[in-house]
């Protein structure tokens, strides 16, 4: 018999660990590390514990340590440029204006929504629908651009991205990025990642981890209005 235990929203996705009857932690066959059986109510406990206490170190340290959570509001203290790449779209050419595009090309018109997501995370297909809302509300005020990263970060390939966006009827801009430096140089942490960018190109806010319609908005008239 195995017991699963599920750890949310780690570095913005969801894990799921399996645990055997036998105490064995399960996150990867080949990891698996036995725990000395005991028939007490007290050892049980402690072979549920240790492991716990395990995964929940290293998704501490997978996340840069405890010291600062990474998940929610990130306003930067100083306005910096947004830095520029290069991707190809997988829909909205019409929109930004040609099939590889950079993101400096698209700076200057209306203020930029910048949602890095990916075809295997789980957080970023539970956002979609309230990207989607907000793009049918927003369109004439900002521009929506998701921008596909799961083939850097090991969540899922090109394909595996267009057949969620085609699962989910998505419809805003949406592309992937054709170099992994965007990974560090947006300081991704956790998927999905957003980053508000001003008219002036300049990074108004950053947001890690799912979002929804009510935040989006929020943060999105903060951005307008200044």
């Not at 040609?98 to 890095?116: A, C, M, R, T, Y």
């Amino acid at each position: 018999m195995r017991q699963h235990l599920k750890i949310s929203n780690v570095c913005g996705t969801t894990h799921f660990f399996g645990m055997t009857a036998k105490g064995k932690l399960r996150s990867n066959p080949t990891a698996d590390q036995p725990i000395s059986h005991k028939h007490n109510r007290k050892s049980s406990k402690l072979r549920f514990l240790i492991p716990l206490a395990l995964v929940l170190t290293v998704a501490a340290i997978a996340c840069g340590g405890s010291s600062q959570s990474i998940v929610g509001d990130e306003k930067p203290s100083s306005r910096d440029p947004a830095p520029d790449f290069s991707f190809t779209m997988f829909q909205g050419q019409d929109v930004v204006g040609g099939q590889e595009v950079s993101l400096h090309s698209l700076i200057g018109d209306k203020p930029i929504v910048l949602n890095f997501w990916a075809g295997l995370c789980p957080p970023c297909r539970a956002e979609m629908p309230d990207l989607q809302e907000f793009y049918d509300k927003f369109e004439d005020r900002t521009l929506l651009l998701g921008i596909d990263l799961g083939q850097f970060l090991g969540l899922g390939n090109t394909e595996e991205a267009k057949e969620l966006l085609a699962e989910l009827e998505i419809t805003y801009p949406t592309g992937f990025a054709e170099d992994a430096s965007v990974v560090k140089d947006y300081q991704v942490l956790g998927m999905p990642t957003t980053i508000f960018i001003d008219a002036d190109g300049k990074i108004f806010n950053k947001w890690t981890g799912a979002l929804n319609g009510r935040i989006l908005e929020e943060k999105t008239l903060e951005m307008l209005a200044q």
